[in-house]
């Protein structure tokens, strides 16, 4: 029952670029309040905090992204919801990201100098305004470029989700192979799309890194 | 109102086993100025620090402008908010104008309104005398100017004490006198200051009273005619002999 790889069978790879996008959006910005969190919890005065955000960070890097796939996958109907592969990958990615950014900025907000944070304490600013208006602006600068790197990390990162079933950009390249039996011309097409999203956010983080450097050298 | 802006009683702080302030009794009058002096080491930042509560102490009793800061509560932003401090490296917001440097902790934490915060920023920044400097970044400035900044930022907070941690250390010798300057016209118009410093000419230009510390400890105290003139502690004679 093998049949010709045909611009449908393209076309059909090519829209599943959407459910890869999507779900690394969803990751994203939900790794980004999660890390953000996490980064705050690191460097905050509270052992309790700082004890449970290292903790979720040493899980979520210590064990293979597919590990928690699996685990929040099968975990989902423990707890009596829905099996649902969208839902289990977008949790899992989501906790993943929270662990990785979390650790990003938490490095960037160290790396602002302690005189920022006591000339702030000094002028009464609250904990909120010292953190929105004299730290993260300033870690932002020293965060972006090691976060779109870690963007293009999570992007091919989705391609996991295909072992749970989700169809994104992998799973779609699975199915048209298993139909059609062209796995170079298949996964060749598949491996050339996630180029096309993830090469120019390397660029841009490489354009970013090299900017920060010359900022911090001038 | 109370008549002293600062007490200290029976002060003691650790940074972990290590001994950093010792039996620290000092009262600070309204209006006083106050150079603090010693070795490297000896506790002097550590000490204007605890006013503020930048460091936290382990016993006694600190009593800034009648608010005791142990006793909890709002207590510490409201003495923050009366205390203005400047630092040996300026410590500016880099990413900020020099006028947003000075409206932000206004706008924050007293609520002025920004037209207002503007306002009494342009002033400070004038009394400063670098109003033209306004819309620059802090790296664009030399440092003297920046020290000048700093000191603008604090003063529009309208403390009614100021703390100096060695002002002009970092600065290139020519531009010390830029901000000695300032903080001279500061203590004439009355502010009540604590200074570290090693410039000698500026405690006996205007300090009422200048302090030797050594090892934690306040080891003598006096108007600077005869901290200078008739010192009686040896290590404070030493010390003299060196800065000389
Ligand atoms: N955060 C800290 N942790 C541990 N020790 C400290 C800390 N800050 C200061 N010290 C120690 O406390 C002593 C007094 O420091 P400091 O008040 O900065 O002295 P000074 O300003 O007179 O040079 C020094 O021996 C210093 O090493
Ligand atoms: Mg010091």
Avoid at chain 1, 53 to 65: K, N, R, V
Avoid at chain 1, 83 to 88: H, T
């Amino acid at each position: 029952m093998i049949r010709e790889f045909s611009s449908a069978d393209i076309l059909f790879i090519v829209s599943a670029v959407r459910w890869t996008l999507i779900l690394s959006a969803i990751a994203f910005l939900g790794g980004a309040m999660g890390g953000l969190l996490i980064a705050l919890s690191r460097t905050s005065h509270s052992k309790a905090l700082r004890r449970m955000a290292a903790g979720f960070i040493q899980i979520f890097q210590g064990t293979p992204l597919l590990m928690q796939l699996f685990l929040v996958y099968f975990g989902l109907a423990v707890v009596g919801l829905p099996i649902n592969p969208l839902l289990a990958a977008a949790v899992a990615l989501t906790l993943h990201a929270s662990a990785y950014l979390g650790e990003i900025w938490r490095g960037a907000i160290e790396a602002v100098p302690s005189g920022q944070t006591e000339a702030a304490t000094a002028l009464s600013l609250s904990y909120p305004d010292r953190m929105r208006h004299v730290i993260l602006p300033q870690a932002m600068r020293v965060a972006t470029a090691p976060t779109v790197g870690f963007l293009v990390q999570l992007i091919k990162g989705t391609s996991l989700a295909s072992i749970i079933g989700f169809t994104e950009l992998t799973r779609a390249g699975q199915i048209i192979n298993n139909a059609t039996f062209k796995p170079f011309l298949v996964f060749g097409t598949v491996a050339i799309l996630y180029f096309i999203l993830c090469w120019p956010l390397s660029l841009l983080a490489r354009h970013m890194e090299a900017r920060m450097r010359r900022a911090i050298t001038r | 109102m109370t008549e002293h802006a600062i007490i200290m009683r029976a002060v003691n702080k650790f940074y972990g086993d290590f001994h950093a302030l010792v039996d620290i009794d000092l009262t600070v009058e309204r209006g006083e100025r106050i150079v603090i002096c010693g070795p490297s080491g000896s506790g002097k930042s550590t000490l204007i620090r605890t006013i503020n509560q930048l460091e936290p102490i382990q016993s006694g009793t600190i009593t800034v402008d009648g608010v005791e800061l142990t006793a909890g509560g709002d207590n510490v932003a409201k003495v923050r908010q009366d205390v203005g401090m400047v630092f040996q490296s300026f410590n500016l917001f880099p990413h900020m104008t020099v006028l947003e440097n000075c409206m932000l902790a206004p706008m924050k934490t007293r609520k002025t309104p920004r037209a207002e915060a503007e306002e009494t920023a342009r002033r400070y920044l004038e009394r400063v005398k670098i109003p033209e400097q306004a819309g620059k970044y802090p790296a664009q400035l030399s440092g003297g100017q920046q020290q000048r900044v700093a000191i603008a930022r604090a003063l529009c907070m309208k403390p009614r004490i100021m703390l100096f941690d060695e002002p002009t250390s970092a600065l290139d010798p020519e531009m010390v006198k830029e901000v000695l300057d300032t903080m001279i016209d500061l203590a004439r118009e009355g502010m009540t200051m604590l200074c570290v410093t090693h410039e000698m000419e500026f405690a006996r230009a205007v300090a009422d009273r200048v302090i030797f510390m050594d090892k934690g400890l306040i080891v003598e105290e006096n108007a600077p005619e005869a901290f200078f003139g008739s010192p009686k502690n040896e290590r404070l004679q030493n010390f003299l002999g060196q800065i000389a």
